[in-house]
């Protein structure tokens, strides 16, 4: 049964945990409830059902608004700075948007017709729009660019993608500089080439990607060549929801039909927290899913432990974030149409 826990009792669960030989021992199920929630972003702009990603970089958030195809960027209190994008096929606008990564003075928002906008961190101006090889993708299949040291990186369905979509490396001008697989397959081997990632640099140099639908970290060197994988299968979240996907392919006559584990997932102070699918045991039969389970879990070199899982209050969120001190997690809530913050133990 999920309880409410105070910080006391979470750290002595944990040291109890890990005296312990099984990894799903004692895992606490804590109840969040939001501390603030927006359901606009000052007078600018109103909060959408459809915010894809949040990033936080220096002490802002950054929002992915895919119906207004632009990035919102806010302060720590989710007061509105300024905006990066619009809709439209002139320069620096795209009618959709899939992806975005924030660097250290540029924000790079991938669109619909397989180029970055290129905006100044501060100004919000388009600065320049980079195109990209078709053969590359048409858009990636990850939430979030990793903008680091010049390069550009993310999850692309491209030509590339042989037995699985790979982790495509791009430099600052569009040019492909190399594509990086694991050992994924997804629930389903005849798609594996809808492996979509999340991927993210640790602090020790190093690059991880969770893969969506398979129940697997990848994990690569700094120079992104893969040296491991890591298994989440017996994480019960996670062997639920492959449970229920096993009883969805008993009655489905699509073999191709693709099954998430995974939403959403970010990497902060050395923890991976990831939103995952799972069961609504309280739902009708034509919503048997729902989407409020973060995972927490601290990484080793090819290892995991498994923290504690936070259960937030509605049954369906899009995306996560977690600020660089590990207190805070805040995420979009989609039936609402708010974004919601909460404190963490």
Known sequence: MKRKIDYAIFLSVLIGFSSCGSKESSIPSIELEPVKSIDRFGDQAFVSDDIKSIVSHNGDYYFLDRKSSVVIRTDGDLRFKTSYGRRGRGPGE????????????????????????????????????????????????????????????????????????????????????????????????????????????????????????????????????????????????????????????????????????????YYSDGFLYILCYSENTGASKNNPVQCNTVVKLALSEDDYIHLADFILPDPWYNTICVDPDGKVLIAANTLKSEIELFNLP
Not at 133 to 140: E, F, R, T
Not at 148 to 158: E, L, P
Not at 188 to 201: G, L, M, S
Not at 216 to 222: K, S
Request: charged share 25%; proline share 3%; glycine share 8%.
């Open 94 to 265: 795209a009618i959709f948007v899939e992806s975005f990564g924030v660097g250290s003075d540029k924000v790079y928002l991938d669109g619909s017709l397989c180029n970055y906008n290129v905006f100044d961190l501060e100004t919000g101006n388009c600065i320049q729009t980079i195109a990209y090889d078709d053969n590359i993708g048409h858009m990636p299949v990850s939430q979030r660019i990793l903008v680091d040291d010049n390069s550009i990186i993310a999850s692309y369905n491209g030509e590339y993608t042989i037995n699985e979509t790979p982790v495509v490396a791009l430099d600052s001008s569009g040019h492909f500089i190399g594509a990086y697989r694991g050992n994924a397959e997804g629930d389903n081997p005849t798609t594996k080439a809808n492996t979509d990632r999340d991927i993210f640099k640790t602090g020790e140099g190093k690059y991880l990607s969770l893969v969506k639908n398979s129940p697997t970290i990848d994990l690569y060197d700094g120079n992104l060549n893969h040296r491991g994988t890591i298994d989440l299968s017996e994480i019960g979240v996670v062997k639920s929801r492959m449970n229920q996907i096993e009883r969805f392919r008993k009655k489905d006559d699509n073999p191709n039909t693709v099954h998430y584990l995974f939403k959403d997932s």
